[in-house]
């Protein structure tokens, strides 16, 4: 079995192990439900180890938010705090649900970054992995070189081993290396590749495109690859140094950026606000303050919902 087929065998047990989950939770299972899943746990102990996993994952996370939007609800309607109770029904509506689908993703996961954290490690075979904040990954060095992007942002090292390529699987493609140096962002359904050194080779969808140093491209949830763009100097990977630096960006795609540096979620309240061009440079160090004056400069008004996120508009 192949790294990329250990990993791909991974991700379809944690899914099952979720749907099974899900459906027990949200209905009384019929005798042969129970079968079907007694089955299932017998066919292979991993079956077991996921479901347990997910199970209390589910049990700790995912009813104490699915019960949050009655409490917010029930304040709202007190007619305190005009622009912080619409801040709230934004984010509850259109950013805390998805974080239940987002908080069963890290269980998969081998390394893990929180929120404004930073880190990076040398890996098996002596590559070096740095991971931006919010980050989950998957890793097998046991059959070869691999890892699965769950979600979030990497910027890889590769150390050079011919008989071995390094592949590295985000979202609906596939990047694989000898040895170079790459970034992977997943932001929502879009995966972007930039490299800073030699070659990589990204597939999606069935059709590859080589990428030089300078060099990126995005492909969506389907695979479906964008054209290629030369990155400009300066903004490749600059979360490495502290940094935050883009241009010619859409406003959504520079607030998700921000997201993973700051607790709760944030929102863009209309799409013409969110596909606005913008560049620009924001310091990672004090997230908070940066954004506030990051509103100011491009004229917009930024809520802030404490430890539930914000809205800008």
Not at 72 to 90: D, F, M, Q
Not at 137 to 147: H, N
Not at 149 to 167: A, H, Q, Y
Not at 246 to 253: A, D, G, H, Q, Y
Request: aromatic share 8%; glycine share 8%; proline share 3%.
């Amino acid at each position: 079995m192949t790294s990329a087929d250990y990993l791909e065998q991974k991700r379809r047990i944690r899914e099952q192990a979720i749907d099974w989950v899900l459906t027990l939770e949200g209905n009384e299972p019929s005798r042969a439900e129970l079968d079907r899943l007694e089955r299932w746990l017998a066919t292979d102990e991993r079956h077991a180890a996921a479901f347990e996993q997910v199970r209390q994952l589910y049990g700790d996370t995912g009813k104490a938010l699915l019960q949050e939007p009655e409490k917010t609800r029930k304040h709202i309607r007190s007619g305190r705090g005009k622009p912080a109770a619409l801040v709230t029904v934004l984010i509850v509506c259109l950013g805390l649900l998805p974080f239940i689908s987002e908080g069963l993703v890290y269980f998969q996961a081998d390394r893990i970054s929180a929120t404004n954290e930073l880190l990076s490690f040398n890996l098996a075979d002596g590559s070096t992995l740095e991971m931006n904040a919010e980050t989950a990954l998957a890793e097998d060095f046991d059959d070869g070189r691999a890892i699965e992007l769950l979600r979030g942002e990497i910027f890889l090292e590769v150390e050079k081993d011919p008989s071995r390529p390094f592949v590295v699987s985000a979202g609906a493609g596939r990047i694989e290396v000898l040895g170079t140096a790459f970034n992977v962002n997943r932001i929502g359904d879009w995966t972007e590749v930039t490299v800073t050194e030699s070659t990589v080779r990204v597939t999606a969808n069935g059709q590859s495109v080589l990428l030089t140093e300078g060099m990126r491209v995005r492909y969506d949830g389907d695979g479906n690859l964008e054209p290629v763009e030369t990155v400009a100097e300066g903004t490749e990977a600059s979360w490495r140094s502290g940094r935050l630096v883009f241009e010619n960006r859409k406003l959504s795609w520079v607030v998700r950026e921000i997201d993973r540096h700051l607790p709760g979620k944030l929102i863009v309240a209309t799409d013409a606000t969110a596909n606005r061009l913008v560049s620009g440079s924001f310091d990672l160090g004090n997230p908070e303050q940066a954004l506030e004056g990051f509103s100011e400069a491009f004229g917009l008004t930024y809520y802030r919902a404490g430890p539930l996120g914000g809205v800008i508009r």
